[in-house]
């Protein structure tokens, strides 16, 4: 964990509200990890509104470079996608645990629903750099909100559902992820604590020993582990998102 | 330049710490999750998390709300309990150059007291905050800190239960802290520090429901800096005047030098950094710099001159 103040090298917006920032973190690019996120400042030096800072998991790494995947939803984020190039950007990471896949693993199954897709993509790309088949299921509401597929690595297999049925019937992760189950060495979720149950409840083999992690997310306040704000029960006691998680064996989630 | 302060001078339980600055309970947990980061080794002291008795598990979720400049926070003094704070942490503080502060939270006169005595003679223990003023616990900090009976009471229990520096931490929820004030300084503490957090609310308005979840939280932050601040002047006159020997420590929305300066020439001894932890674990060294730089600025050589340099 290090304070970092980058230098933001481009703020490419995707579409309307949806916006990649690459930023120069040689340190950052170095230490992260997929899973791991960084705590980014979202308001002007010197000014304390909004006050807290706001979690983003690096999306992807080229050389030197960090990027990340914004999607303004509120007062900070909207402040983060107005900055220009050259404006610094003041950040604390990497934080908390990432993803561990087990050992001798050659197929990787990725599962999100909606903007849960950014706690994956950098495991994408790590994944598919050691020569995994990766493929990622996503569902979205409507396909506009959809994943710009063009971000993933091209050896990663993109499959996307979408729940209002504008492509066809109307499917979900729960009708789909079956024929994908059996094919994977591991499934890493980035979905809602709810959706992550269903899906346990639903499929045996989500309940196999290792087999599944997912990402639990929620709003934080420090990052460090040290205000106690986002204590998750699990059945292996209480556990901190922040410093312990945010990613957790699937086994140990609880009802929230 | 001087920058040394000593609370409660003259008496025996005196603590010296190397300059006015510490970090506030709660808001640096046990001051190893950042102790490079912050760098904590510069610091005047570091004050606990709440402990208390027993462990506790805490509040339900969502513990906290952020609000225009500010934090709502109902944790619920989730902590590990005093006996494993000192066996898994105290040794680690018995190697350190600054002193660390326990902050402690009873339900009862008795078990304040029996936190006290628990700390008593532990190495790397250099003194005690008693909370009474903690808002989140029903059976807790509500009923003691806001009665200077209350205050009274447990403040006497602490005393008679420890040699080691006493500091009654109170609520601004009375309104007026002087009584309390006043109080914990007649019951034999050697400094009062002020404010907590002030209690309040906000609403969910899909669930229809208060925020935190625990129905009310304590609002912290740059919000609350204005109140904080005519707080510490106020009791600050009122000790100088009753009781001179007891020290005033200010909390309440500090983010940088400047904001610390106001507490200090308010009449602080020194003062905590809270919730700005959060934002950057490096605040308690940026504002050490900044009072250092003011100094010299102003051709300052001992802090002692500032303190209270805007009392009437």
């Known amino acids: 964990m290090r304070l970092y103040r980058a230098t933001l090298a481009e703020n490419r917006m995707l579409r309307q509200g949806l916006h990649l920032l690459e930023l120069e973190a040689p340190a950052l690019a170095q230490a992260v990890r997929p899973g791991q996120y960084c705590m980014v400042r979202c308001a002007e030096e010197g000014s304390f509104d909004p006050l807290l800072r706001r979690p983003f998991f690096v999306h992807s790494i080229e050389g030197e470079r960090c990027r990340i995947l914004l999607q303004v939803r509120g007062r900070g984020t909207a402040w983060l996608a107005r900055r220009s190039t050259g404006e610094k950007l003041d950040l604390l990471g990497p934080l908390g645990q990432g993803w561990r896949l087990p050992p001798r693993l050659s197929t990787l199954l990725l599962v999100a629903e909606g903007f849960g897709v950014v706690t994956l993509a950098l495991l994408a790309q790590r994944a598919s750099e050691q020569g995994l088949a990766v493929t990622l299921v996503q569902e979205v509401t409507q396909l506009p909100e959809g994943y710009p597929a063009a971000l993933l690595p091209e050896e990663v297999e993109y499959h996307l559902v979408t729940s209002d049925g504008g492509a066809g019937q109307q499917r979900t992760l729960l009708t789909v992820l079956g024929d994908y189950l059996s094919w994977a060495d591991a499934v890493c979720l980035g979905v809602s604590r709810e959706t992550a149950l269903q899906l346990r409840r639903r499929f045996e083999r989500l309940r196999r020993p290792g087999f599944a992690q997912v990402a639990v997310l929620q709003p934080l306040v420090c990052g460090t582990g040290t205000c106690l704000a986002c204590a998750l029960e699990t059945s292996r006691g209480p556990r901190l998102i922040c410093q312990e998680g945010p990613i957790f064996d699937l086994q140990i989630l609880m009802q929230g | ?312």
């Open chain 2, 1 to 312: 330049m001087r920058l040394t302060v000593e609370l409660a001078a003259g008496r025996k339980s005196s603590l010296l710490l190397r300059n006015p600055v510490m970090l506030a309970a709660g808001t640096c947990g046990y001051g190893l999750e950042y102790a490079r980061i912050a760098e904590i080794e510069r610091l005047g002291a570091i004050v606990s998390k709440g402990t208390t008795l027993r462990p506790r598990r805490g509040n339900a979720q969502p513990r906290t709300r952020e609000v225009a400049a500010g934090l709502l926070n109902a944790i619920g003094l989730q902590n590990p309990g005093i006996e494993t704070v000192i066996r898994r942490y105290a040794p680690i503080w018995s190697t350190w150059q600054t002193p660390v502060i326990v902050n402690i939270a009873g339900e009862t006169v008795e078990e304040f007291a029996e936190l006290a005595q628990r700390l008593e003679g532990v190495p790397g223990v250099a003194g005690i905050e008693v909370n009474v003023s903690c808002p989140n616990v029903r059976a807790g900090g509500r009923v003691f800190g806001e009665s200077p009976e209350a205050v009274a009471a447990v403040t006497a229990a602490v005393r008679q239960s420890t040699t080691l520096p006493v500091i009654v931490k109170l609520s601004p929820n009375t309104g007026d802290a002087r009584p309390t004030a006043l109080a914990a300084a007649e019951a034999g503490a050697d400094a009062v520090s002020l404010i907590n957090t002030l209690t309040g609310m906000d609403i969910d308005l899909e669930a229809r429901r208060p925020l935190p979840a625990h129905g009310t939280g304590g609002l912290s932050g740059p919000a609350i800096r204005p109140l904080a601040l005519r707080m510490v002047y106020e009791v600050a006159c009122e000790l100088r005047e009753r009781q001179p020997g007891v020290a005033v420590i200010g909390i309440g929305g500090i983010t940088s030098a400047s904001d610390a300066l106001a507490f200090i020439m308010a009449g602080a001894v020194a003062v905590q950094i809270g919730t700005a932890n959060f934002v950057n674990p490096r605040t308690g060294v940026l504002v050490l710099e900044g009072i250092e730089a003011f100094m010299r600025a102003h051709g300052i050589e001992n802090i002692a001159e500032l303190v209270g340099a805007a009392l009437p």
